[in-house]
């Protein structure tokens, strides 16, 4: 039973490490498939679901690791949960920082600190487990529950009464006021075209929802053991959850770079519809034959998605000829010939079989990073 759970755990979790490289490493941005791209603003794609799916499944292993910190002293559990906290925001934010030195005119010089960025990927994961971690271990989970929901509707309250103008457009929302004022333009996100954060402090409150709700369909799956009610109640809550997401989403748009609360139920649901899909073919349908690709990257998730990132970052910080990184030279030379759209698919592709080959020969070592 325990077996077969967790893996399910590491397929659900191996899928999203897998598409996150994918969708995170394109040949080239401009000539990317359409469903393998963010919605720009408003709406959703399939790309949109990554994030929050991992999340999902942070809060998902949380509900196995949870009963074993009964028989430890608070303060023990406490110290745990921060030193994780910590360590993944500061990978985290050390991984923005790399390779440390930038090039101008030519030279290699040290990238000021007040240029590099505070929040993103990682550092949400670290907030959100952190928070939802000590919320479920002081509070229980019905009232952990109550906090994630009132949560959602305060979020939707905040950016009505302090954004301005529209208050659900990128430049004048309350998450890019706070973040700006807090952290200044120089530590935030420029990928927009604005110093605009997606993973900015605000929207933070929502992302633990994700998290909690992770955890309350691990408990809810190990509580009703493998049977068809199990499934049923499972994919009916996940219906359920995309109709009050497609119900608010009139009132407060689907938005995942504000990760808005319609956008979290809508992930919940889709998650719960998944893991229930994972879990019916791998223990019910016993079809095993495909999972070993996934699991060997959920079995190492920090420590490959930290290699595609950095990996990726030292193909742009090196050249082949002047102005020219060896990432764009690789997909121009090679990976173009095959078309630009399918060429820049099959250069991430590439990525994530590199990032996969080293998880295997972790795996077949019996290596596993963990913090």
């Not at 923005?96 to 993103?120: D, L, S």
Request: with cysteine; hydrophobic share 50%.
């Amino acid at each position: 039973m325990a077996t077969q759970r967790f893996t399910a755990l590491d397929v659900f979790r191996g899928m999203t490490i897998c598409f996150m490289i994918i969708v995170n490493t394109p040949g080239n941005g401009i000539t990317t498939y359409s469903p393998l791209q963010h919605a720009h603003w408003h709406g959703f794609t399939p790309t949109d679901l990554v994030f929050p799916s991992f999340l999902f499944a942070v809060g998902n292993a949380l509900s196995f690791v949870m009963p074993k910190w009964n028989n430890l002293p608070a303060p023990t559990v406490v110290w745990k949960i921060l030193k994780r906290t910590l360590i993944i925001f500061l990978l985290g934010f050390l991984m923005y920082w790399f390779p440390f030195v930038k090039q101008v005119a030519g030279q290699f010089i040290f990238a000021p600190f007040n240029q590099t960025r505070v929040f993103g990927v990682l550092q949400r994961i670290a907030l959100c487990y952190g928070i939802a971690a000590l919320l479920l271990y002081f509070l229980k989970p019905k009232l952990t529950i109550l906090i994630s929901i009132g949560l959602l509707f305060l979020y939707w309250i905040i950016l009505l009464i302090f954004g301005q103008n529209d208050p659900f457009s990128m430049e004048s929302n309350a998450g890019i006021l706070l973040d700006k004022w807090l952290l200044g333009e120089g530590h935030m996100y420029h990928g927009e075209g604005i110093a605009f954060d997606p993973e900015g402090l605000l929207s933070t409150m929502t992302a633990v929802s994700n998290v909690v709700a992770g955890f309350v369909v691990g408990s809810f799956i190990q509580k009703q053991g493998k049977t068809y009610e199990m499934l049923t109640k499972l994919l009916l809550a996940g219906a359920g959850l995309l109709v009050i997401a497609w119900s608010w989403n009139y009132f407060f748009p689907i938005n995942k770079k504000l990760w808005t609360s319609s956008f979290v139920l809508l992930t919940i649901g889709l998650d719960c519809i998944i893991i229930a899909s994972v879990i019916y073919t791998i223990d019910f349908l016993h079809k095993t034959k495909w999972t070993y690709f996934f699991e060997v990257f959920g079995r190492n998730p920090l420590f490959i998605y930290l290699l595609s990132e950095l990996g990726v970052t030292l193909l742009y910080v090196f050249s082949v000829h002047p102005k020219v990184s060896v990432y764009k030279w690789l997909y121009e030379t090679i990976y173009i010939n095959a078309g630009a759209y399918f060429g820049s698919l099959l250069f991430a592709v590439s990525v994530m079989l590199l990032c996969w080959l080293t998880g295997y020969w972790m795996d077949k070592k019996k290596i596993y990073v963990r913090v």
